[in-house]
């Protein structure tokens, strides 16, 4: 039986932050490996995304996404959210 399991920004964040979490990686990789579905709300990804242009960590905004088959982004996206996320993480 396939799980669903969605993440939230605490989860993102590891992921995303320049001391990457393994553990967190190794947990995800694991559920996407044992046929589970790993939801990513948009509004996460661009609530991580703001905190990291914010917090002057544009590495870790520079990280590719993962590939569409790992996560699957869930919709209430809206173009002007990177641009807004740019914005309010002080970046233009």
């Given at each position: 039986m396939t799980r669903v399991v969605?993440?939230?920004t605490g989860s993102l964040g590891m992921i995303a932050h320049p001391k990457k979490n393994p553990a967190v990686g190794a947990w995800i990789r694991n559920l996407?490996?044992?046929g589970n579905k790993v939801v990513v709300?948009?509004?996460a990804d661009y609530e991580v995304r703001r905190e990291l242009l914010r917090a002057k960590?544009?590495?870790?905004?520079?990280t590719p996404r993962p590939p569409e088959n790992y996560?699957?982004?869930?919709?209430?996206?809206?173009?002007?959210h990177d641009k807004g996320s740019r914005v309010l993480g002080g970046r233009t």
């Open positions: 969605v993440l939230d996407v490996l044992n709300p948009e509004i960590m544009s590495k870790s905004v520079q996560f699957v982004l869930s919709s209430a996206h809206h173009p002007s």
